[in-house]
């Protein structure tokens, strides 16, 4: 399957802090990008879906300015998690698909802890 | 809630026994994938059964999908205790290839 890869793997930040995590299709095109979040022992929500070059979508109850999402370019989507608080630790997980693709490929999920 | 509803929710049984669960979804779809998740890491693809199938095996993996009562199950069969994982099922709508997951088995597979 095509390759998705997640950047950092890990990362601890101060309150307050803005985090970027990145989301890179290796070996194709990825039109749309979608960023999930889940807590502990909970499952996967989808939090947006981004397509290249336009503004993404939000789902219900996620705050826009707090989750900036860009995607630039066809390979690259990024997540910035602005002034970061406690409540915003969790596992987040980028997914990717082409045009015309049935399936999203999957990265390796990052995980933030705010202290 | 955008989530489908698995169950059952924890799963505990021998080493060798078969494990089923089940997930049932509430929207059209054009098909609906199986993921493994090791505390708390990246997901693991399993399967992918599309919409105009109503089966499909991967090795140990069996997934049943029944589109008009809108549900699939996954058996794996002869388990391990290396099987030991959530699965989660996650459907791609029609409408585009927004992908829902569901709210997860927690499996436990005991040497």
Redesign the interface.
């Known amino acids: 399957?095509a390759v998705v890869s997640q950047h950092p793997s890990r990362v601890i930040c101060k309150s307050g802090t803005s985090v970027k995590i990145e989301c890179r299709s290796l070996d194709f095109q990825a039109t749309?990008m979608?960023w999930?979040r889940?807590f502990?022992?909970?499952?996967?929500?989808?939090m947006a879906?981004s397509n290249e070059g336009s503004k993404a979508t939000y789902?219900q109850g996620v705050e826009k300015d707090k989750f900036l999402i860009n995607h630039a370019s066809l390979t690259l989507s990024t997540l910035t998690v602005t002034s970061a608080h406690p409540e915003d630790s969790s596992?987040y997980?980028c997914?990717a698909?082409s045009r015309g693709?049935?399936?999203?490929?999957?990265?390796?999920?990052t995980?933030l802890t705010v202290v | 809630s955008q989530q489908g509803e698995e169950d059952p929710q924890a799963l505990s049984i021998q080493e060798g026994e078969n494990a089923t669960m089940n997930c049932s979804y509430k929207t059209s779809i054009n098909n609906l994938q199986w993921y493994r998740q090791n505390s708390g890491r990246g997901l693991v693809h399993l399967i992918l059964i599309r919409s105009n199938e109503r089966e499909k095996h991967s090795g140990r993996l069996r997934v049943t999908l029944d589109t008009s009562k809108k549900s699939s199950s996954l058996l794996i069969t002869a388990s391990r205790a290396a099987d030991t994982a959530s699965y989660f099922c996650a459907t791609e709508g029609t409408g585009g290839f927004k992908t829902i997951f569901g709210a997860g088995t927690r499996l436990f597979v005991k040497a």
């Open positions: 399957g749309t979608f999930y889940q502990p022992k909970q499952s996967l929500m989808l879906t789902e596992f997980i997914s698909s693709g049935t399936e999203a490929f999957f990265g390796q999920g995980r």
